[in-house]
């Protein structure tokens, strides 16, 4: 079984400010780890994700994370955000396989002008 | 691409009611999710078929849930009899393949109001 863990409900920063929104998780099989985000009155889209490889990866705004095997995590982070991030972002992880994803509670990125 | 349709937004229903949530994946996705979020709390899955098997139901109420995938395309998600704790965004997903690796796009979702 897997769980994800956000501790930061929510986070407010300033525009043009760098932000990291945490995760960690616990899994006793192979992970394969997920952002995904819900803008204001949008359904749920990915926003990047993790399979195998550089432990660094990127989204296409911006956002990056890096899994850390040794700390169960898989932070995002970002060094500029701009007022158009506001959003919630939901950590996710899954066991491969025909797994589902298992979700983390969210952060609640407040971007302040 | 059309995405994931969902239907209807809202729903307002007393406990012990009935009621169906539709989900319409995009054309051509093997595997469709539907997940409960409650207030607060991300997204959990309660049912997940392939085609038009179920692979996971283990954490569906299975004395008031149903769920059903007609011909491995349409679905739906049934509630019978409502508690107030079904309160509730119930979101519909599906990605292409069978592997839990590959991306699930989400629906609109379905905002349910037991009173």
């Known amino acids: 079984a897997q769980s994800v863990t956000q501790l930061d409900s929510q986070v407010p920063v300033f525009e043009e400010a760098p932000v990291e929104l945490r995760c960690n998780y616990s899994?006793?099989?192979?992970?394969?780890l997920f952002w995904y985000v819900q803008y204001p009155n949008q359904g749920l889209q990915l926003l990047l994700k993790?399979?195998?490889?550089?432990?660094l990866v990127e989204s296409i705004n911006g956002f990056e994370a890096e899994f850390n095997k040794s700390q169960t995590s898989f932070h995002l982070r970002k060094p500029s955000v701009h007022i158009s991030d506001t959003a919630e972002y939901f950590c996710?992880?899954?066991?491969?396989?025909?797994?589902?994803?298992?979700f983390g509670k969210g952060t609640h990125l407040i971007i302040q002008p | 691409e059309a995405g994931v349709a969902q239907s209807p937004r809202y729903k307002i229903i007393e406990k012990r009611q009935s009621v169906a949530f539709w989900c319409n994946p995009i054309?051509?996705?093997?595997?469709l999710y539907w997940y409960q979020q409650i207030l607060g709390q991300g997204p959990k899955l309660l049912i997940q078929?392939?085609?038009?098997?179920?692979?996971?139901d283990s954490q569906l109420p299975k004395d008031r849930f149903s769920a059903e995938r007609l011909k491995g395309v349409d679905s739906t998600l049934k509630i019978q009899p409502a508690k107030l704790e079904d309160s509730a965004v119930y979101l519909c997903?599906?990605?292409?393949?069978?592997?839990?690796?590959?991306?699930?796009?989400f629906g609109p979702g379905t905002r349910l109001t037991v009173l």
């Open positions: 078929f392939q085609n038009n098997g179920v692979v996971d």
């Open positions: 993790y399979l195998s490889g550089s432990t």
């Open positions: 997903a599906s990605s292409l393949g069978t592997s839990g690796t590959n991306e699930q796009f």
């Open positions: 054309s051509g996705h093997a595997t």
């Open positions: 899994s006793s099989v192979s992970v394969y």
């Open positions: 996710a992880v899954s066991g491969g396989g025909a797994d589902g994803l298992t």
